[in-house]
Structure formats: C-alpha cells, structure tokens
C-alpha cells in the first residue's frame, strides 16, 4: 500500500477558489496517472479530472472545463487540484487516486489506490 493524503478542502462562497493537493508517500508520482473524483449525497461517484503519467495529457469533465486545472510537481511529490470560479454544483467529497475516471484518456501506471477525500462546500 502507498498513502495518498488529499488537503485543502473548504467552505467558499459561489465564484470562490480552492486549491486541492493530493501527496503521494511511498513512491514517486512520475509514471502514475492520477485521478480526482468527487461524490455528493445520493448521487454516485464521477471523474472530475485527470493527469496522465510518462508525461502524457490531462482531462476534464465537461462540467469543470475551464474552472479547474489539474497539475503535478515533482519535487513536492504532489498533484494539486486548483478549481476557480466554483458553483454550488460542485459540492461534494473529492477524492484522489491512481485510478482513471472512466471514459477518460490519460495513460500511465494505474492502481486502486485512494485518499481519504477531503469535503468541498460552495454556497449560494
């Protein structure tokens, strides 16, 4: 097992910012892909982004294009999750891991590793 610890989730208000981290202990990110999700109340788990490994591409849901920017930094260890211009609609616990939301294109070396998740809350 290799530990993934998510931070910085928050209470914003609508049109706020967050910047999520996501650190990897116990082996080094490069070749990893790495993938945020998130799961609100009663509805089920959804890929919200993803970075792939070998220095491939990233991805977004349609819902985040353009609010959202995934990112790494190798000497940190680290993928952050910054999200801008934030909605009540993206309420919920976020969760990283080496897994791959579904449908999406990243590449890289993929395991079922999880965080914790970390809560972000938006209000109107």
């Known amino acids: 097992q290799v530990p993934l610890v998510e931070s910085g989730g928050g209470l914003v208000q609508s049109g706020g910012s967050l910047r999520l981290s996501c650190k990897a202990s116990?082996?080094?990110?490069?070749?990893?892909?790495i993938g945020w999700f998130r799961q609100a109340p009663g509805k089920e788990r959804e890929g919200v982004s993803c970075?792939?490994?070998?220095?491939?591409?990233?991805y977004y849901a349609d819902s985040v294009k353009g609010r959202f920017t995934i990112s790494k930094s190798k000497s940190r260890n680290t993928v952050y999750l910054q999200m801008d211009n934030l909605k009540p609609e993206d309420t919920a616990i976020y969760s990283c891991?080496?897994?791959?939301?579904?449908?999406?294109?990243?590449?890289?070396?993929?395991?079922?590793?999880w965080g914790q998740g970390t809560q972000v809350t938006v209000s109107s």
């Open positions: 891991s080496t897994d791959v939301p579904t449908g999406y294109g990243c590449v890289g070396v993929v395991r079922n590793y």
């Open positions: 116990g082996f080094t990110l490069g070749d990893y892909v």
């Open positions: 970075i792939s490994g070998y220095g491939g591409g990233t």
